[in-house]
C-alpha cells in the first residue's frame, strides 16, 4: 500500500513557475519509480517526468529544458520544478508510483491531482 498526496498547482501567467509536490507514504520502499503525468479533458493521459530509484531521470519533449524532476529520500517526497510555463501545459498532473509484483508487472498509485492552469 502506498499512498500519495499531490500540493503545488495552481493559476500562473505564462512564463510563470510552479513547483508540485509528492508526498509518499506506506510502502514506500518497495517503489521502484516515480513519475509525473498529465490529463487534459478529452485527451489520453501524458507522462511527464520520471525518475528511478537510482536518480535517472526522462522527461518528455515538450518539456524539457524547462521541467526538473527531483526526490528527496529523507522527506519520501518527489518534487517537479516547472519553469517557463506555456498555456499548453495546462492540465490535472498526478504523481505516480510504480510497484514491481512478483510474476512479473506493476502496480500503481495515484495522487488526486492538482490542477495547473496557465492562462496567456
Known amino acids: 500500500q502506498v499512498q500519495l498526496v499531490e500540493s503545488g498547482g495552481g493559476l500562473v501567467q505564462a512564463g510563470g513557475s510552479l513547483r508540485l509536490s509528492c508526498a509518499a507514504s506506506g510502502n514506500i520502499f518497495s517503489i521502484n519509480a516515480m513519475a509525473w503525468y498529465r490529463q487534459v479533458p478529452g485527451k489520453q493521459r501524458e507522462l511527464v517526468a520520471a525518475?528511478?530509484?537510482?536518480?535517472?531521470?526522462n522527461y518528455v519533449d515538450s518539456v524539457k529544458g524547462r521541467f526538473t524532476i527531483s526526490r528527496d529520500n529523507a522527506k519520501n517526497t518527489v518534487y517537479l520544478q516547472m519553469n517557463s510555463l506555456k498555456p499548453e501545459d495546462t492540465a490535472v498532473y498526478y504523481c505516480?508510483?510504480?510497484?514491481?509484483?512478483?510474476?512479473?508487472?506493476?502496480?500503481?498509485?495515484w495522487g488526486q491531482g492538482t490542477q495547473v492552469t496557465v492562462s496567456s
Open positions: 525518475i528511478t530509484s537510482g536518480s535517472t531521470t
Open positions: 505516480n508510483a510504480k510497484r514491481a509484483v512478483p510474476g512479473g508487472g506493476y502496480v500503481d498509485y
